[in-house]
């Protein structure tokens, strides 16, 4: 272990840029961390966030690395230096999982507030708020293919929500437990 490189806090989530040859990782100490895929060497440290980092999306193409943290914003990193590029504030609860869609040029994020939220990903401006699901939103994904957003909640539900315009299309209930 380095004392005076890793992590003050555990872990929360971690990805990888090949690209980069980097990993990064997301902790509790609400940083996050750039290091070497080869050596294991820390590059650089991230601050920013007032509360610990709970998730993270890395965008090859716009060269950024998205951050989701329970302060309840996003924020974007650029990838080579960790300097910051944008916040995205307007969740009134933690932020539980990001998705980025470069086609469409934008980040989506999941709170606890039982929202969902659509951002340009270059300028981090709000552009669609879905609302429906009765409890938090533990994870969503993006199908390019049939432009949608999929995301799960507490509310043992699974919403379908179109990928530009943020309208609901589908609700699938009766799950006999919340979705993980």
Request: glycine fraction near 10%.
């Amino acid at each position: 272990s380095h004392p005076d490189t890793s992590h003050n806090d555990s872990v929360q989530c971690l990805k990888i840029s090949e690209e980069e040859g980097a990993l990064f990782t997301g902790s509790g100490d609400s940083t996050a961390k750039r290091w070497n895929l080869k050596t294991g060497k820390l590059q650089f440290t991230i601050e920013g966030h007032a509360d610990s980092i709970q998730c993270m999306k890395i965008s090859e193409q716009e060269g950024a690395l998205f951050t989701g943290s329970h302060d309840g914003t996003a924020r974007s990193w650029d990838l080579k230096t960790g300097a910051p590029l944008a916040t995205m504030e307007g969740h009134a609860g933690w932020i539980a999982c990001l998705a980025v869609s470069e086609r469409e040029g934008a980040l989506f994020t999941g709170s606890e507030d039982r929202t969902a939220k659509k951002w340009d990903l270059n300028s981090g401006k709000l552009q669609a708020t879905m609302e429906g699901h009765k409890g938090g939103i533990q994870c969503l994904k993006i199908s390019e293919e049939e432009r949608a957003l999929f995301t799960v909640s507490t509310d043992k539900t699974l919403n379908r929500w179109d990928l530009k315009t943020g309208e609901l299309q589908i609700t699938m209930a009766g799950f006999e437990s919340s979705i993980r």
